[in-house]
């Protein structure tokens, strides 16, 4: 009787082979866990075997369309989320079910590559860094979660409602703090944990990865003003203009302190103060004229 549903989007990802490996490895799909895959797989990485079950889809989704999609389709009450870009480490599984017995959501935590293309590994450090293992486990926490590792049960989806599929960006940050609105507490396990692949390699891609986020941030603020804390620099476009190359370095600099695990990752630091420049200078430009944005800084984005 399957009582876990593993739940992946999947847009073309050319690391999902890798994906569905490291399932295997830790025993899914099995006589209890299903693998469920929604997107598109043109390379026809994806097995067609029934091991997987994988719903295909017409037309490209996002990432929150393809999860609903996906837990509609899933069966378990224990739902494991994880992306085509992630691969699960040992022991995550058994760690995530675990935490399912205890808490209705459960937030693990995020590694990645420390070699290769220094961009790469900038933009990790700038995406995830509030998920790294350096975090204490919380059995409470109000700190930030992520879909690429999230652990949901069916009772706590239903309660909260699925993802909003009008956000192109932090729909999961959004579910979150919907869930917390509702009662529900979260729990943040740094022993559950995905390494993330080393997915943009160059300064470009770096670039238009944080462009993107920064687009799309007034969409989610209008929504979550509470989710921001105050300060004077966010009181307007100027003020931000004017304070951002500052807060960039600011913000890269805070993000080593808190996190010792970075020690060997120093030679990223110029890029993760080019992502928050970038991410800074692209809220300025699309900053809203019919009104302001909530004051405060969006921890990672």
């Known amino acids: 009787m399957i009582d876990t549903s593993i739940i992946v989007p999947s847009l073309d990802s050319p690391w999902i082979e890798r994906t569905l490996a490291g399932l295997r490895r830790e025993g899914a799909p099995g006589d209890s866990v299903e693998v ?15 091991s997987v079950r994988f719903f295909p889809t017409e037309q490209p989704l996002n990432p929150a369309a393809a999860r609903n999609l996906a837990i509609a389709k899933a069966r378990g009450d224990k739902l494991i989320l994880i992306d085509a870009d992630c691969r699960p480490l040992t022991g995550w599984l058994d760690r995530q079910r675990a935490n399912l017995e205890h808490h209705p959501v459960a937030g693990g935590a995020v590694t990645f590559p420390r070699q290769g293309s220094r961009w790469a590994l900038a933009d990790n450090i700038a995406s995830f860094h509030g998920l790294l293992a350096d975090r204490p486990a919380d059995s409470a926490t109000e700190g930030p979660l992520g879909t690429l590792n999230l652990a ?33 507490t979260t729990a943040f396990d740094p022993t559950a944990v995905v390494e993330h692949a080393a997915v943009r390699e160059s300064r ?43 807060k960039a370095y600011a913000a890269a600099y805070d993000i080593y302190r808190r ?9 990223a630091f110029g890029g993760v103060v080019h992502f928050k420049r970038v991410w800074y200078r692209t809220v300025v430009a699309t900053w809203p004229d019919h009104q302001p944005p909530p004051a405060g800084d969006s921890d990672g984005r």
Do not use: K, M
Request: hydrophobic share 35%.
């Open 259 to 267: 996190n010792p695990s970075l020690r060997d990752a120093r030679r």
């Open 152 to 184: 949901i049960q069916r009772a706590a989806w239903e309660r909260v409602g699925g993802f909003d599929e009008a956000l192109t960006t932090s729909e999961d940050f959004d579910w979150v703090l919907r869930c917390r609105r509702a009662g529900l």
């Open 204 to 246: 470009q891609d770096l670039e238009r990865h944080a462009t993107w986020y920064g687009r799309n941030f007034h969409d989610f603020a209008r929504r979550h003003p509470q989710a921001f804390g105050t300060g004077p620099t966010w009181s307007s476009r100027r003020a931000l203009a004017l304070t951002a190359p500052l």
């Open 36 to 50: 469920v895959v929604v997107g598109r797989d043109s390379a026809a990485q994806i097995p067609r075997d029934g």
